[in-house]
C-alpha cells in the first residue's frame, strides 16, 4: 500500500474506532508496517490538519477528536490543481508558502485515485513566474502586516537608486500581475506603493503603525476587490 493510500486509510480507521482509539500497536499490525511507521504517518495527520488526540496508559491510543472534526474535505482532480497552478503561478504573493502548506497538507490526505488523476492533470500546466523574494523578505513583510507593526526596508526603484525606509503597511495589492506593498513611508511622509521583488531586505521592528488606514489609499479600480470578496 503507497502512504497516500494509507494515510487515507489510516484517518478513516481512526474515525471508525470512535472514543475508544486504536493503540499504535494494533495500527501497526493492521496495516502491516512498523509502529515507528504508524506514529509518523500519525504525526503528518495531525499536521495535515486532522485532529487526532492520543491518551497514553493502559487502555489508551490514537483517535479523531468528533467534536473539533471538520467535515472532510472532497476536491475533484481539477479543483486539486487549480490550486497548485495559483500558488505556482503566484509565488511573491503574500503567505504564498503558507498557502503552499496548506495545500499539501490537502494533497496528502486526498483519496489515492483523486490525488493520481490530480498528478497526470498537473503534468499539463507548466508555470514559468519570476524568482519570488527571499523567504527573509516575505516573512517580515507578512508579519508586519498581520501584526501592524513598522517594516524597515531596502528597495531599489525602478531608476536604480536605493534607499532605506520605514513603512508602515497598509495592504498588499496585486495589479498586472505584480504584487506591490502598500503603505506609509516615513521617508516621503506619504503613502506609497513598494514593488515586492524590488525589496531587498525587509527586518520587522518593534514599532507599532500609527493610524493610517485603507481609506488614505483612495478607491480601488473597478475590478479590483479584497480576497474575501472572491465568492
Request: aromatic letters at 6%; hydrophobic letters at 40%; a positive charge.
Amino acid at each position: 500500500m503507497k502512504r497516500a493510500e494509507r494515510l487515507h486509510a489510516l484517518s478513516e480507521a481512526l474515525r471508525r474506532s470512535g472514543a475508544h482509539g486504536r493503540t499504535a500497536e494494533r495500527l501497526a499490525a493492521d496495516f502491516g508496517v512498523s509502529v515507528r511507521t504508524i506514529k509518523r504517518d500519525l504525526d503528518a495527520l495531525e499536521n495535515s490538519g486532522t485532529p487526532i488526540w492520543s491518551r497514553p496508559g493502559p487502555g489508551g491510543g490514537y483517535g479523531v477528536s468528533a467534536v473539533s472534526n471538520l467535515p472532510p474535505i472532497s476536491l475533484s482532480p481539477a479543483q486539486a490543481v487549480a490550486l497548485l497552478a495559483a500558488i505556482s503561478a503566484a509565488p511573491d504573493a503574500p503567505y504564498a508558502d503558507l498557502a503552499s502548506a496548506g495545500i499539501r497538507k490537502i494533497m496528502d490526505v486526498l483519496d489515492p485515485r483523486t490525488r493520481e488523476k490530480a498528478d497526470r492533470l498537473a503534468r499539463r500546466i507548466w508555470v514559468d513566474a519570476e524568482p519570488a523574494p527571499t523567504r527573509v523578505v516575505k516573512s517580515a513583510l507578512e508579519e508586519a502586516m498581520a501584526e501592524q507593526r513598522i517594516v524597515r526596508i531596502r528597495y531599489t526603484s525602478r531608476e536604480g537608486d536605493t534607499t532605506t525606509r520605514d513603512v508602515e503597511p497598509v495592504i498588499f495589492a496585486a495589479t498586472n500581475g505584480r504584487w506591490y506593498l502598500i503603505g506609509w513611508c516615513h521617508l516621503r511622509n506619504a503613502m506609497r506603493w513598494f514593488l515586492v521583488t524590488r525589496i531587498e531586505h525587509a527586518t520587522l521592528t518593534k514599532a507599532p503603525c500609527g493610524a493610517h488606514d485603507i481609506e488614505e489609499i483612495g478607491a480601488p479600480p473597478p475590478t479590483a476587490r479584497p480576497v474575501h470578496g472572491l465568492g
